[in-house]
């Protein structure tokens, strides 16, 4: 299994990646192509713990699949074929959905139903300017003001 060893000049700072096979682990440093002046030293790079900007896509796409479009598991081909997708239960899926929806409906019912009990329906108001004479009544003024057809 090949390894990839980083090397830098101490004198010009030239940096090399290098790969090795089994057979050349034991290798020392080279020389550096650059300025020959000394061999190179290895320099270490941190494990990368969060692991590579793939893997972290991959799992950011498969978190907005699974919240946004109800993906239970992704089966990717990788070969351009089509790919398995199984989706959660859409029973759930849709109950807690409906669930907050239903609670803000019946919110805006009782908020209706305490308006109307305090300040009557709006058919009793209209009802109420008409009378008083406070709203005109429309219809009656656009049937004067219509031409009469014969």
């Not at 907005?64 to 029973?91: F, H």
């Not at 807690?96 to 009990?117: C, N, P, Y």
Request: glycine residues 8%; positive net charge; proline residues 5%.
């Amino acid at each position: 299994m090949p390894i990839v060893r980083t090397y830098q000049c101490p004198e010009c700072f030239l940096r090399l990646d290098q790969t090795l096979d089994g057979s050349q682990w034991e290798q020392g440093p080279p020389e550096c192509p650059n300025c020959s002046a000394k061999s190179m030293q290895q320099e270490y790079k941190p494990v990368a713990l969060g692991g590579s900007n793939r893997s972290k896509a991959t799992a950011l796409a498969e978190d907005i699949a699974a919240q946004d479009y109800n993906v239970a598991d992704i089966s990717l081909d990788g070969k351009g074929g089509r790919n398995k997708v199984r989706y959660k239960d859409q029973a759930e899926a849709t109950k807690s959905v409906w669930t907050a929806a239903q609670d803000a409906i019946q919110g805006a019912i009782s908020a209706g139903r305490e308006s109307r009990l305090k300040y009557g329906s709006g058919l009793d108001i209209l009802q109420k300017s008409l009378k008083d004479g406070t709203q005109p009544d429309l219809i009656e003024l656009s049937k004067k003001r219509s031409m009469r057809i014969w």
